[in-house]
């Protein structure tokens, strides 16, 4: 797979579209960053297309609205990452969830 050009990233329209404020990416909290960050640092490692995830985050967004979800973008794009994890085999379903887990209870800090 060939590293995901940059301009393809900034570029996503439509639902999928990045949040931004003049131009600049827009996180409200340190964890969407995070998870942004490493979707695209993941892409460019080629554990994926950048395409596939695209997909997979469009797809979820049109879950969402389907079902009424009022989730956020970044709660949906970290839903999109995960699914995408768990079925490219890069990470096991099992071992995602207990990680969920360990945060949502405070047994694990989300300072890296």
């Known amino acids: 797979m060939e590293p995901v050009p940059s301009r393809e990233i ?3 329209a439509g639902a999928a579209a ?3 404020k003049n131009g600049e990416l827009v996180f409200d909290e340190a964890w969407q960053g995070r998870i942004f960050g490493m ?3 993941m892409s460019h490692e080629a554990s994926f297309a950048w395409r596939e995830f695209q997909a997979q ?3 979820e967004i049109a879950h969402a609205e389907r079902e009424g979800e ?3 973008y970044y ?3 970290l839903h999109a990452f995960e699914q995408l994890l768990t079925d490219k085999g890069l990470i096991d379903a099992a071992a995602l969830a207990e990680r969920t887990r360990d ?4 047994r694990r800090d989300d300072v890296f």
């Open 10 to 12: 900034a570029d996503m």
């Open 18 to 20: 990045l949040p931004r």
């Open 39 to 41: 979707t695209v640092a």
């Open 57 to 59: 985050l469009i797809a």
């Open 70 to 72: 009022s989730t956020s």
């Open 75 to 77: 709660e949906r794009w």
């Open 103 to 106: 945060f949502e209870s405070g």
